[in-house]
């Protein structure tokens, strides 16, 4: 029997600039909360097919699982938890601000 659909967004990372992006209704993020949230299998797919023919602008498309929340999308895993913080070598990009 098949897993039932959970929750997902599409993400990627930007081909030039090597960051962590989520597909929104409308193009690219890189802010998790503005993710568009997947519920149905079927448009989850359309999503997946429209991000693989950007690949002049991203590389590496996949669906990540989440759990929506008030504040947009929550990461399900740890790895997309640490995608989602930005780089960790040092602060620069998402972690500048902190």
Do not use: C
């Amino acid at each position: 029997m098949p897993k039932p659909f959970t929750p997902k967004v599409v993400t990627a990372n930007a081909l030039l600039e090597g960051d962590v992006i989520y597909q929104t209704a409308t193009g690219w993020t890189r802010n998790l909360a503005e993710a568009e949230v997947l519920t149905d299998e079927a448009d989850a797919d359309l999503r997946m097919i429209d991000a693989l023919t950007q690949a002049d602008l991203v590389v590496g498309v996949y669906l990540a699982d989440v759990t929506p929340s008030e504040t947009g999308p929550r990461p399900t895993h740890f790895r997309e938890e640490f995608r989602a913080k930005g780089p960790s070598n040092y602060a620069h990009g998402k972690q500048e601000s902190l």
